[in-house]
C-alpha cells in the first residue's frame, strides 16, 4: 500500500481517502469548531499528502499517523494565517461614515451591528461549547450527528448547547449594549431609529435562536 501510494496509484490514494478522509474531517472539526473549514482542511490534507507522497515511510503499519501529520501542519498554517490576516484589518484605517441613508441600507447595518455583537460574544464561550453550538446551530447537525463528530456523547452535546444557548443570549446583549455607548456618526435619517433595531433586534433573535 506504501508503496503504490508513493508511485502515485491513483487506486492507492482512492484507498487513502476512504479509510482515513473522516478522520482527518473529524479532527479538523474539533479544532476549528467549523464543519466547512473542516471540509477545506481535509482538501488540502489530501492534496499536501498527494505532493509529499515520497516522503511515505513503510516503518509504520499505516498511514495515518503520516496523515495526522500532515493534518496538524495544515491547521497551524491556517492558524497563522488567520491571524495576519486580522492583524492586517486591525491596521486599516477606520471606514468614513456614511452620509446618505436610505431604509434599506439602515437596516442593513443595523442587522450587521447585531451579528458582529453576537460573533463577538460567541467568542467568549468555552471551546466546547463553540463547537457545539456551529455543529448544531450553523450546520444543522442532529445531536447524536453531533456527538460523534465531537466524540463526546450525546448528553454532552445537549447540555453544552443549552449552556452555549443561555450563555449567548446574555453575552450578545451586553456586547450591543457595550457597542451602542461607543460615540459614532449617526447612521440614519430622523424618525427611522425606531423601525432599524426593531429589525435588528428580530435578526440578533434568530441568530441565538
Same mark, same amino acid.
Given at each position: ?8 496509484? @491513483? ?10 478522509? $473522516?478522520?482527518?474531517?473529524? /479532527? &479538523? ?6 464543519? +466547512?473549514? &473542516?471540509? !477545506? ?16 515511510? !513503510?516503518? #509504520? ?23 495576519? /490576516? ?10 468614513? =461614515? ?12 443595523? !442587522?450587521?451591528? $447585531?451579528?458582529? #455583537? ?9 471551546? +466546547? ?9 450553523? #450546520?444543522?447537525?442532529?445531536? @447524536? ?5 465531537? +466524540?463526546? =456523547? ?5 447540555? *453544552? ?19 451602542? *455607548?461607543? =460615540?459614532?456618526? @449617526? ?5 427611522? $431609529? ?6 435588528? &433586534? ?8
Amino acid at each position: 500500500m506504501h508503496e503504490r501510494i508513493r508511485a502515485g496509484d @491513483p487506486g492507492a490514494f482512492r484507498e487513502l481517502f476512504q479509510q482515513h478522509a $473522516q478522520v482527518v474531517y473529524r /479532527h &479538523a472539526v474539533r479544532v476549528t469548531g467549523d464543519p +466547512g473549514a &473542516a471540509e !477545506d482542511v481535509m482538501a488540502v490534507v489530501f492534496l499536501e499528502a498527494w505532493r509529499i507522497r515520497a516522503k511515505l515511510r !513503510d516503518e #509504520a503499519a499505516t498511514p495515518r499517523p503520516w496523515l495526522m501529520g500532515i493534518t496538524v501542519n495544515v491547521l497551524r498554517n491556517r492558524a497563522r494565517a488567520a491571524r495576519r /490576516h486580522a492583524e492586517a484589518l486591525a491596521r486599516m484605517p477606520a471606514a468614513e =461614515p456614511v452620509a446618505d441613508f436610505a431604509d434599506e441600507l439602515v437596516g442593513r447595518l443595523a !442587522d450587521q451591528e $447585531q451579528l458582529r #455583537a453576537a460573533k463577538a460574544a460567541l467568542e467568549q464561550l468555552r471551546r +466546547g461549547e463553540r463547537e457545539v453550538f456551529a455543529l448544531c446551530v450553523w #450546520a444543522g447537525l442532529s445531536y @447524536p450527528e453531533a456527538a460523534e463528530a465531537l +466524540g463526546v =456523547p450525546v448528553g454532552t452535546v445537549r447540555s *453544552r448547547l443549552s449552556r452555549a444557548r443561555t450563555r449567548l443570549r446574555a453575552l450578545a446583549e451586553k456586547e450591543l449594549t457595550r457597542r451602542r *455607548r461607543i =460615540p459614532r456618526e @449617526p447612521l440614519r435619517a430622523v424618525g427611522q $431609529q425606531l423601525g432599524s433595531r426593531a429589525v435588528a &433586534a428580530r435578526a440578533d433573535q434568530e441568530w441565538i435562536g
